[in-house]
């Protein structure tokens, strides 16, 4: 296993629409792994393919708390296929807009169907967090962030925040 390097915003990969993943197969399998570990080493609770720099339609997820059990997901080639008219409002951040947060409302509820890496198909109804961290993470399969959902004056806050933080990292 290995850790990948994490695109970080303005980077346009994080903007591209992700290719199916048309065969699963041990490099998947593979890179569901390093995704999961360079996850749990940021630390974060989620992460997409094109955030590593791989514009394929795969992700991960784990919402455990400290102390719990870790509980990973991996989905392949997601798809919503329904969700709640009930919304959620979550302070969200994004592993590629670092130390950024705001809030961010969406379905509270959803179910997602999707492939794993052992090739199965499976249905889950994800709540709380975990459907919010889903739909975030499905959202980088086709370009779109967190910040997409602000107003233009809190985006542009967010970016120049991040354009600061960027340039006293590397000074
Ligand atoms: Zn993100």
């Not at 199916?20 to 490099?27: G, H, K, N």
């Not at 997901?73 to 709640?84: H, M, Q, R, V």
């Not at 961010?104 to 090739?119: C, Y």
């Amino acid at each position: 296993m290995s850790l990948l390097d994490i695109r970080i915003v303005p980077d346009p990969v994080l903007r591209e629409i992700c290719a199916p993943v048309t065969l699963i197969d041990a490099a998947v399998k593979r890179r569901a792994e390093d995704m999961l570990e360079t996850m749990y080493d940021a630390p974060g609770i989620g992460l997409a393919a094109p955030q590593v720099g791989i514009t394929e339609r795969m992700l991960v997820v784990d919402v455990a708390g400290e102390g719990e059990k870790k509980k990973p997901y991996c989905l392949i080639n997601p798809e919503i296929i329904w969700k709640s008219d009930t919304l959620s409002v979550y302070k969200e951040g994004c592993l590629s807009i670092p130390e950024q947060y705001a809030e961010v409302t969406r379905p509270a509820e959803i179910k997602v169907r999707f492939e794993t890496p052992v090739g199965t198909t499976e249905e889950l109804h994800a709540t709380g967090l975990l459907s919010t961290c889903i739909q975030h993470e499905m959202d980088h399969l086709n370009g779109v962030l967190f910040i997409d959902y602000l107003s233009r004056v809190k985006r542009d806050m967010i970016l120049r925040k991040l354009a600061r933080l960027v340039r006293e990292h590397e000074g």
